[in-house]
Every structure is written in C-alpha cells, then in structure tokens.
C-alpha cells in the first residue's frame, strides 16, 4: 500500500541553525500538507500546498518557515532560524484530491529536537 | 474558533467494547474523522464519516453521530492489547482544507 515517507526520523540541531525537513507524499497525490505536535499537545495545521503554491497556513507559520516542491517527488519544510519551542514531532500528509472531499494520509513524523 | 476536546484516557479490559468519545464546535464541519497514533508511530487514519450520517461500521469499529450536540464518537469491539495506542478525533470544515485535531485519548487495554 504506497505510503508518505519522511527524512530523518529524528533531527537534533542548534538554536539559531535552519533545518529542512524532507516527505515523500504518495505519488498520485496532489495536495500537501504539514502539522506539528509538540510534546502533550494537539496536532496543530501549520500549511496546505496545492499546484506549487501555498493555498492555506496557520498563524504558527510565519516568516521563519518555507515549504517548497523541489521536483516531482520531495515536499520539503525549512525553518530558517530554529528556537527552542519549534521542538516537535513534525508531520508531513497528502491526500489525492482537495479536504474535505479527501482524506489526508500521515507519514511517520521527523522529531526536531532544537538545543 | 473552533475547538475539538476529548477525554484524555480510558482503560479497558481485553475483549471489552471501548467507547471512545469526542465534542467538536465548527458547525460548518462536513467530514469527522478518527486517528490512531501508536507510540513513536505516525497518524493511521482509521476511519471517517460525512457529516450527513449519523452512523458508520466498518469492522470492529462503529462511529456515531449525534450532530445536534456535535458529538462524535468511536466504539471499537471486542477490545485487544494491540488497539492500545493514542486516539485522535479531527474534523475539517468546508471552507478549509485544514485538519482541526483533539487532544488525544489514551487508550489502554488490560489483558
């Protein structure tokens, strides 16, 4: 059954440093999404990516991060200048057509860990 | 805005029915949807229901709607020590294409 990959399970880093976070959404797939769960907390939304442009973000997803479709397989998150409280469990999904007509399907999760 | 809660944990015996239970307040919700997160795994969609229906079964799990007092739960039959994990109920609204989740309820099944 295809299935969202993401790279790296785990990701430690300094304050301060960028880090891009790497998902693989299933191949017919062609809405994007990223969430984020800090520890003990909700899922949060933070973007939508639809035809190579954002077409929903949260208040979480500010200036600090980027989302972008390198070629036809990556869908990638940056945070250009990581802090302390971007350590979470960062969830890529995708789903075929666009929510709610479509479920989103999760991959596993990178955990950022930020010193 | 909007807002889903859930009990945070319930614990029940091997074999038993769980019902697990979630509020959500968006009205405009149009589809409601239950996750299953086991420990250091990702989102596993389990199942969903259209907000025009009140019921859905699929297996050993039943999902119910009571739409009047945005009420949503999942009972899951039969319990077994591999139905432990974290259970996640979201909704996304019509306007948006964002998934609004609740807090969680943990599950645990005593042999």
């Known amino acids: 059954e295809p299935e969202v990959t993401q790279t790296p399970s785990h990701q430690v880093t300094q304050m301060g440093q960028e880090v891009i976070l790497r998902c693989v959404p299933i191949?017919?797939?062609?809405?994007f999404y990223w969430y984020r769960q800090i520890l003990g907390q909700k899922v949060e939304f933070l973007v939508s990516?639809?035809?190579?442009?954002?077409?929903?973000k949260s208040e979480i997803f500010d200036d600090q991060f980027s989302v972008e479709r390198p070629d036809g397989s990556n869908f990638t998150l940056k945070i250009r200048s990581t802090k302390l409280e971007d350590s979470a469990m960062y969830f890529c999904a995708s789903s075929e057509l666009r929510a709610p007509t479509d479920t989103q399907y999760f991959g596993p999760g990178t955990r950022l860990t930020v010193l | 805005g909007e807002d889903v809660e859930q009990s945070l944990f319930l614990s029940v015996r091997e074999g038993d029915s769980s019902v697990i239970n979630c509020t959500y307040t968006?009205?405009?919700?149009?589809?409601l949807y239950w996750y299953k997160q086991e420990p250091g795994a990702g989102l596993q969609l389990l199942t969903y229901i259209f907000s025009n229906m009140d019921m859905k079964q699929d297996q050993r799990l039943t999902v119910l709607l009571n739409k009047k007092d945005k009420h949503l739960s999942l009972r899951i039959a039969d319990t077994q020590t591999g139905d432990s994990a974290i259970y996640f109920c979201a909704e996304v609204g019509g306007a948006t294409n964002k998934l609004i989740f609740g807090t969680g309820t943990l599950l645990a099944v005593q042999p």
């Open positions: 191949s017919n797939h062609l809405y």
């Open positions: 990516f639809y035809n190579n442009e954002i077409s929903e």
């Open positions: 968006d009205s405009s919700s149009t589809y």
